[in-house]
């Protein structure tokens, strides 16, 4: 389903090895050391998924910046190898400047194992739109809020299991990482759910024990030497 179109330009720049950057941001949208590890290693393992998703009957993951989908489709790509049989996956993602179509298939097309998932996606984001609401596939349910995070989460009824907090550098995009959406982003979370993200600034620490959530420092992906995870108490 699509809603309410709306237009809002966001321009990429490339590097030599493929890896988008924006140019609002000046900051890439993934590992230059290969974003879909990144992915696996900071978000599907800092929440513990693979173990989790065995017990779960239906997952909710909430993500600040969907970028170029890349998160998403890792995460469908490994939940339809663990998941238990009829099992849901809820993915829910806020995106303020989202991406062309050709500029997110160009993005994703560095990984062969999602081809297939990213060019299903290439052809849901086709138009622009304010909520993009769609069955991904018959146990995969995607929203993706095309508007600022601090504006829309507060509105929303939502209970993630696991957070995926991925906002450019907090230094160059401290709206994604400030203490009143940290603290929507631990409301907003069920009891036991989990976070995890690639960063380990000062302030995002702070802000993520202020909120509530206990907060351990993990092996960072490539080049960060550390990546920070957690839980709200079950
Ligand atoms: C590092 S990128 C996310 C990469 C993405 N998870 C992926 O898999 O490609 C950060 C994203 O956050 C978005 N963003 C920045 N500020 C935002 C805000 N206030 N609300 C929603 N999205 C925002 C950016 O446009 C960008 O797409």
Redesign the pocket.
Known sequence: MIQNKSNSE?DLTWDEIGVPA?T??N????SRDD?RAE?EHVFINGNRLPNRWPKMSVCTIA????????????TVRQWNEIKPDGAQLNFV???????KTDDMRK?LSQWPELDKLAAKLGELWKLEFEILEEEFSADIRLVV?M????V?LPQLELAADAW?L???APSR?P??WNEELIRTVFEKTAPGGTFATYSCAGFVRRNLLNAGFTVEKQHGFGAKREMLSGQKAP
């Open positions: 966001n924006s609002r941001f900051d890439p949208y993934f974003g992915t993500e600040l910046g969907f970028g170029t989908g890349l998160n998403f489709l890792e993602s806020f995106e303020q400047f989202p991406i993005a809020f508007s600022d995070a601090n829309r995926y991925d906002g450019f995009n709206e994604l």
